[in-house]
């Protein structure tokens, strides 16, 4: 019966759709304004899916003709939002509405766009415009804050991609979200190479409702980026943008000059029944600031040109864009992301009905990178090299520019040597976009198919030279005479990396109207995605000279008889096969119904499960609509709700290989062996456990949210609660250890849970002529938990030599979370000692651990959750003011409950100690701070395990962006022939206030490298000037 | 027509619907990966294995060291009180259940037999020369991993049937140690039965180093008698005592006529993993005894000051026993000797001796790559001089006991030892019992077997501070593994 009535409905259009064909054409008149009523100019007036288009007059005036089936006009405009009219006969006057607040504002969902009022989901949006505002070099900087449900922790090294999570972390195999440029799927990755000025808007898909068309890449949410294009019939406008920057540290971690840092070694040795080091502490001095000497001021520019526009059958957005950041680490000789982009967005209409689509983004990216946030990083090696010493080294018959200890003989170098010492430089050539052809079938049947590609080449060198840190330094490559010391040779490394993705995508899109009032918006297809990527690599030792300018394989001279020639490769592929489909039906504009399925196969998973089904559903009310409803203050009431279930896949197929490798950078993979002084025998063993029942990781995600606009759309609050529960976490078991050291298999165990809070809430008013004011605050809550990983459990990240593990992943526990002992002060005498729980080593004065099993013994077991790295919740607060041809923007970021686990004190007996020490335990009742135990050499109570005393509430606001700017007024430039000029001054991250003692408590990483600081990049402290320029 | 467009369409759905399934269909030949399906279909698959069932035993590196470092010999140094932190609590009888020494052993062990299980497991599937003596190597190794294990650990979990998949998993609870023995001796006298007595390759598992092993299992188990007549096959083997004791521990004196079985590395394959020290083809432990930043023309190099003589095993030895010197390097007197060598060195920092282990300290020009890592010195894991003095002990307290042979065996080594036959000992009965383990000590100071020794033959408790009776003759099951595979704890731990 329903079968029935579908078919008559799809003749009756096709009736419609011939009618029209045969009817007159007609003119149509009228005029744009915007909300005050005042003309809009150069606004683009178009049929909806037909080819008449034209553009506004001076005066807002605008004339087109139309064949008469043409019912309704599309007209946009640059900073209002896209409004679709009904035609009327005589004069039209459309009124356009402020981008900022508009309800005819729509998203980019998958396979498709939204009206905002329309949407049952949860979805984040972000608007170019304000991207463009902090004028960051990686477009996630610009989500951070200002897109609820969404945190970002963002890096400080030059274009290091940070970490994204779209409400919490529900899973431990990977936590980014897939990424859809104009419809093409990419990788957080890929954010590196897209020039932020080019992106018209970003949706951030939250919920199951928006991301179960995505299926099992869905799992982790969905970034939709849209990138500008032109508009038909308009003439070319240009745009340049430009941005110069200096930037700089905000601050230096606190540690010992060169007199207190005698003094402390001095005492350290006394204590542990050693000679005094410094006899003469007073001349010591203050000795070097290292850190000083580390970071520098450094530019960053960027550059934007423009052009868009288009014809009555084509329209174009083209750009090319430019951006040099230097690092403060180091300085641009060994720290920069150079980035050249050039984009050509076209569309062509091919016939009425066909359109054709082509994007194409062509990315250069240079870069390098100092070591960073481990123990051999060049902050770590600033913060703990010997400050008695001088800059340069003025040590007789000695080689090497700068100094070196006499006492620090391991780990711990000469950061400017080290600096010195560091080469490497990495090319990036990128083409990406897609080519689509659209066929209105039917007036508002379309069909879609969609070829999208990334295609990347990386290549990249690096280069290790011998090096001098000091003649008894074990790191030392180098005598002090400059000769080479034996066994020791110079190494460069190059490498050549290919990546080729694409998705293939055929779907149609069918929206219709039954009965007036009830709206049908229909899509279906299939895709095909591969993802590939090859590697080729070589090493060689003896470099001429020692020289990065002889630095290459091909001038090395090792031979590979001694190994001193090396080669690698390694190649990758995903596939996946995807079926979907998609029904929105609204009535009346008060009663939504969304359903999406989808069927996923991957190539990654068992034999015994290739294929998932993926499905979601969402209601939504538009109280607001209801004829019962009448307020003048609400001019939006939507209740939401959704329930779906999406997958993850990040995980590789898992069979049962054989590793026939001398060596292993594996555990368990080695299988050579060197009989009597022969060459090693290659031997074979089975290194890995097959899974056939390995399946995806399936994420049932419960939404539900309320939409509100106040006091004629000033007021906008969008708020929703979550919750998602992961079953089938993809996982490595702990499987008993007598299976042996083969690589354990991945495995669908164990389950998590996270819920959480996303809020949203805009203010957006005039007063008067000239006074404009937006304001929007952001809220973002996520609680995540392992319920269940089947007694498995993850170690994690970790510091230090011996290397400790500080965060894990395992059940009763956020993922992630920071593990070590519990202290409880410091033993303040023997009696202390004897009636605490049994620790060896302790002596007054050394830090007391907690006997968290109570078992009387102080040991590994009595470590406990001491921290957790993510926050409890983030906010964002941004803030626009417009006065005549003023405008002053700000936003500021907050981000509550982070952890950082400081792990940049190397504390080794002769490296550099931190200021804290000044105030340790020097006696009975001295101090009882278990940050401040005693000093000595000898640790035997290890003082410094891993512990909360390196715990700190990393809680912080920033000032992320504070901007100034001064917009020319047209009158003025008309006659200069300028369609708009724009100065600004701008301060990024001028201001953090927190509580955390080292240099930023910002540090990104995966789930088990966030909050870690070893000594990470910090993020710069930036003055920029900035030209916006229209012509 | 329209509605032709659609039946169309619809085709051509269900059509690439179809057909395109298999392109998600994986076979890891795509990524050049050779699996288990691919294997073992030829001869030098077979041997390929087998030789990765020798690797494991290069992961063993810390096994001589905890020896020593647990027993009266030495102590275990360090950088401080935490470096190396489980070999602390291994000398400082603090030892617990999450030692990371006893952890990698533990694994690796069974990561050994494992890889023998495997070849056990598929023996019947080829057929080809030679495959029997293979075979014996397999059951040779097989043995060897269980015995380490179980001289450290007591009962463990016992499977020989198959290599263990991850269905596995908590399946096995720890087998009595008689039955452990059982199997590594019935595994040891399949290999005797198959073994050739002199193989393809140096290093290679003879039928002299499967009756030297057996010997010493035999003895472990106080079956003397058996251990007497077995380790006198090796005893008439074509082996001799080298003339100097030094040379032994060269590296032109790797796989000598002493040798009867020796732990193969090499610096031939450079190694640069610092994540995984112990996998590649060097011998991390011999990085681990050096002297620190020693500089200047000696031919030692530096090291880490770990696995220290104590000055107790340096007073052990009589005036004129030339091994003294060869296993204890004095590093301030050598200084003093060769003041040519302008020798320049970093006093130990932690637990310092000022003594060295001499026999496998860190030299010059033996290492490559990370040079930590890749020193080429063997593991000498039996000598002949260890044969004669378990064959002595072995007759010494045999049922009917034969200390002629015990003495003539024992004073082969003293006299080698003081280059004369003035020393000989004399003595017979316990007292030569005694002789004979004080001789080993001595004899094989720093390789490894001092505390085994010292636990089986019941003097540990005496020698030993920290030693409990009952407790500490085992160590501890790792931890990892009590919880995962919920496996009962050695008494005490």
Redesign the interface.
Known sequence: MRKRNRLRL?FSL?FWGVTAAFAQDRTVSGMVTDAAGKPVSKATVQAPGAVQATSTGEDGRFRITLPSGIKTLLVSSVGFADQEVTITAGMMTIRLESAQVSLEDVVVIGYGVQRVTKVSGAVSSVKGTEIEKLKPVRAEDAIQGRASGVTVVSAGSPGVKPTVLIRGIPSYTGTDPVVVVDGSIQTLDDFNSINPADIESVNILKDAATTAIYGVKGGNGVIVVTTKSGRKAQKTSFTYNGNYAVQEVLNQIGVLNASEYGAILNEGSALSGGKVIFENLAGLGVGTNWQDQIFKRAPMESHTVAARGGSDRMTYFLSGGYVSQEGIVGGGDKSYFNRINATANLTFDLTKKLRFINNTTYTNIKNAGVPENAINSVLSNALNFDPTLPVLNNVAGTVGTYSFSPRI?SEIVNPLTQLQDTYNQGMTNKLYGKLELQYD??KDLK?TSRFGYTNTDVSGKGFTPLSFYG??H?NSTLYADGAAR???HNNVYEYKTNYFNYTFE?F?NHRFTVADRNQFDLVAG?S?ARVTGNNLSGSRQDVPFNSWDFADISSATGIAT??GLDVGSY???R???S?FGRVDFDHDGRYLVSGTLRRD????FGANN?FANFYSGALGWVVSNEKFFHSKAISLLKLRGSYGITGNENVN?Q????S?L???????Q?????????????????AS???DDLRWEKQAQLNAGLDLRLFGNKISFSGDYFQKDISGLLFT??????????A??M?NIGTTRTSGVDMNLGYTDQFGKDFRISTNLTYTKAVNKVTETN?GLITGGGYGI?YQSVTRFEKGYAPGYFFGHKTDGLFQNAADIAKHASQ??AQPGDVRFVDINGDGVI???DRTQIGDPFPDFTMGWSLSLEYKGFDLSSFVYASVGNDVYRAYERNL?MTNKFRSVLGRWTGEGSTNDANTPRYS??????N??ASDRYVEDGSFIKLKNLQLGYTFPSARLERAKLGGLRFYVQGRNLITLTKYTGFDPEISGGIFDTGIDRGAYPQARSIAVGLDLKF | M?KA?YIL?AAG?IT??TG??K????D?R??????????LKTAD?YQ????????????LYANPVIGDVASDNSVSGGE??????GLQHID?Y?V?A?NFYM?EA???C??G???AN?LHENKAKLDFAGKDALYGEVYFLRAYYYFELVRMFGD??L?TDK????S?????QRASKADVYKQIETDLTEAIRALPTVNS????ITKFAAQALLGKVLLYQNKFDAAAAMLENVVNGPFSLVANFGDIFLQTG??GTESVFEI???N????Y?W??PG???GNLAVQMCGVR?I?GNSPYA?GWSINLPTKELAAAYAAGDRRKAVTILDIEAYKTANPAMNI?Y?VA??KNTGLYNQKYHPR??E???Q?ELNYLNNYRTIRYADVLLMAAEAFNRASTPNDTKAQTYLNRVRARAFGSNVNNITVTGTALRQAIWDERRLELAMEGDRFFDLVRTGQAAAKITGFKVGRNEVFPI????I???GLTQNPGY
């Open positions: 799809l096709l003989l079938l039917l069909l003649p008894s074990i034996p066994g020791s055929n149609a299939f095909m001694t190994n190649q990758y592929e596939r996946n096969l079926y196969g991957s190539y990654a290739k197929p069979y049962q290989r054989i026939t001398l060596y292993a950078y594996n555990v368990g080695n299988a050579g062996y060197s009989f009597g002084n022969e060459p090693a025998s290659t031997g074979a063993t089975i456990f097959r899974n078991p702990t499987l008993s250890l007598y299976l042996g050291a083969a354990l298999p495995a007694n011996p060896p080593g040991n590994a077991d007996a050499f000898v640790d035997a109570n290890n410094t395990r | 329209k467009t369409m759905f690439l619907s395109c399934s392109f998600i269909d994986y890891p795509e990524d050049f990966q050779i699996t288990a399906d691919d294997y698959d390929k294995m087998v030789i990765g069932t020798y690797s494991p035993l290069q992961w401080n009180a935490t470096d190396v932190l400082d603090v617990n999450n952890t533990w694994k690796s069974f990561e037999i494992n890889r495997y463990v979990p499977f290599r263990l998949s991850a596995d998993s908590r399946q096995y390759q140096k290093g290679r790797e796989n193969q590395y090499s031939l394959s450079p190694f993993d994540s995984n996998r590649g083809q930043n500089a530096q320049t970093l920092p932690y010059k020009g290492t490559s790559g040079i790792p931890q990892q593994e919880d995962i595979s």
